[in-house]
Nanobody, 121 residues
Framework: QVQLEESGGGLVQAGGSLRLSCTAR????????MGWYRQAPGKQRELVAT???????NYANSVKGRFTISRDNAANTVYLQMGSLKPEDTAVYYC???????????????WGQGTQVTVSS
């Protein structure tokens, strides 16, 4: 089994910062792409940022310059440093990892349970 465990959400005032963490645990051979999505009430889930095991990061236009994604491959962990937060960043944030559980196995997506981020004005 593989589980993605998120932490770091909470309530913050506009202009503040939060750091989200997500660790993949279980039987894992290799993690390829890791990332963060978010879903606000009444809206579809949207991409926030992604980071491959090697290569360049990708950000939604709405968070460029304010959020930074990074990862620790040895710890199977991805981070999302969020700054200059706005009320419109309020959402449940989900981490995702596209990974192989064994060498010859398929690469499949896994999701965390989500962590609430609330930005007050």
């Amino acid at each position: 089994q593989v589980q993605l465990e998120e932490s770091g959400g909470g309530l913050v005032q506009a202009g503040g910062s939060l750091r989200l963490s997500c660790t993949a645990r279980g039987s894992i051979f290799r993690i390829n792409l890791m990332g963060w999505y978010r879903q606000a009430p009444g809206k579809q889930r949207e991409l926030v940022a992604t980071i491959p095991s090697g290569g360049s990061t990708n950000y939604a236009n709405s968070v460029k310059g304010r959020f930074t994604i990074s990862r620790d491959n040895a710890a199977n962990t991805v981070y999302l440093q969020m700054g200059s937060l706005k009320p419109e960043d309020t959402a449940v944030y989900y981490c995702t990892a596209n990974l192989r559980r064994w060498q010859a196995g398929p690469s499949s997506p896994y999701w965390g349970q989500g962590t609430q981020v609330t930005v007050s004005s």
